[in-house]
């Protein structure tokens, strides 16, 4: 079997830290990416190296198109050909009501959450597209049930923003289909996580699980394993597709 080489964005923390030790532990050789937390990236690496694969971490700020280029460049260089990206890099700003949102908070949301996956899914689809002799491939956009929701009174601009990331899905997979790549997404509910405490509320999870169907929120492993699905040959005829992980919700 040919190597395997999985790229995360935002990876140093929370559900991406989770998908990556998974994908490691799959046999995968794993890129890292992170904005500035290098310690935990590298803490991270050490124990994904310690699992036998190859690891590598790159800082890059994936709003910004030049550091993506060169973030996707590094990884060329370090362990070879992409199969996997998992766009899941995002922010979540303290809650707000539409009133007090300035363009300048909407566009880094924006900017963040879903320009980041557009330009990190151009240079991923350049490398994997089987029409320009690449072997194929997977994205796994990590989106959130926000993006139906649209968590009114707090959140609507990172819910919108997910919703774009989910139009993107759809249409990308649909344009990429015939390259031999595959686009699907995730969509977790309330996830045990350190956004919540730059979201301002860092104990929302515990606030809102017993209203939910399953009464808990769920962790970011349980996210980890339905990126993987998504990734692996189990699913080879998914592409489009919505994986809603919100404990009934
Ligand atoms: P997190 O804040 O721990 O992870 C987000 C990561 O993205 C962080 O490591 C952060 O440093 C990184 N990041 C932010 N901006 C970046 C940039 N410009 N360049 C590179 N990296 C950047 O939170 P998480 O819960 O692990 O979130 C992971 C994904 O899951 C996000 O897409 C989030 O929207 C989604 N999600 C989370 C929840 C939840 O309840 N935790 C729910 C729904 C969706």
Sequence with gaps: ??????????????????????????????????????????????????????????????????????LFEAMDCSLGPISVLVNNAAILQPQARLKDMSA??????????????????????????????????????????AARTGSPNEY????????????LTKGLAMEVAAEGIRV????????????????GEPNRVDRLASKLPMQRGGQASEVAEAIYWLASDKSSFATGNFIDLAGGL
Excluded: W
Excluded at 22 to 51: P, T
Excluded at 156 to 167: F, P, Q
Excluded at 184 to 194: A, F
């Design 184 to 199: 699907n997404s995730v969509r977790p509910g309330l996830i045990y996580t350190d956004m919540h405490r730059d979201g």
């Design 156 to 167: 609507i601009d990172y819910a919108a923003s997910k919703g774009a990331l989910d139009t």
């Design 104 to 145: 300048e908070r909407v566009n880094q949301m924006f900017c963040t959450n879903v320009t980041s996956a557009f330009i990190c899914a151009r240079e991923a689809v350049k490398r994997m597209s089987t029409q320009m002799g690449g072997q194929g491939g997977v994205i796994v956009n990590v989106s959130s049930v």
């Design 1 to 70: 079997m040919s190597k395997k080489v999985v790229l995360i964005t935002g990876a140093s923390r929370g559900i991406g830290a989770a998908t990556a030790k998974l994908f490691a532990q799959h046999g995968y050789d794993v890129c890292l990416n992170y904005k500035s937390n290098r310690q935990a990236a590298e803490s991270l690496q050490r124990e994904i190296l310690s699992l036998g694969v190859k690891c590598v971490c790159v800082a890059a700020d994936v709003a910004d198109e030049a550091q993506v280029v060169s």
